[in-house]
C-alpha cells in the first residue's frame, strides 16, 4: 500500500507544496529553482555557487544558469573572491533582498497549512525525524 511507504508519501509533500508555493512566486515574476536560491542567500549572504548549488540541491550547470538569470535581474551581485579568482561571493541587492523575504513569508505560510492542527511538540519531532531521514538518505548516496 502505497499510502504506508515513505518515498511516497515525501513524494506527494513535495508535490503539494511546491504547488502551493510555485503558485504564489510565480506572481512574483521569479523562475524556478529561484525562490530557494533567494531564500538560501536571505540566510547565507556572501556564500559562493558551489555552496548555494549544495545547500539548495542544484547541479553545478543549473546554479551557474540560475545565477547568471538573477544577476541579470539585478536580484543578486557577485564580488570576486580575495583568495579564489575563480570563486565569487554571492549577495542579494536591495531588489532581490525584497523578493527573498517574500518568498520566505510564502513558504511560511505554506508551512503552517501544512502543520495546521499539529502541536508545536509534534511539530518539533517530526521535523527532527525528517531531518534525520534526510541524513540517511543522503549519507547512502555518497
Known sequence: MLEAELHFLLLRGFHYSNKAISQKVLALGLYPGQPKI???????DGAIA?????GCVIDKSTIANLLLRMERQNLLYKKEHP????ASHIHLTEEGQALAVKVKEICAQTDEAAFRGISRDRQETFLQTLRTILSNLEEGTR
Open 38 to 44: 533567494l531564500e538560501y542567500l536571505l540566510e547565507h
Open 50 to 54: 558551489k555552496e548555494i548549488g549544495e
Open 83 to 86: 583568495l579564489d579568482k575563480r
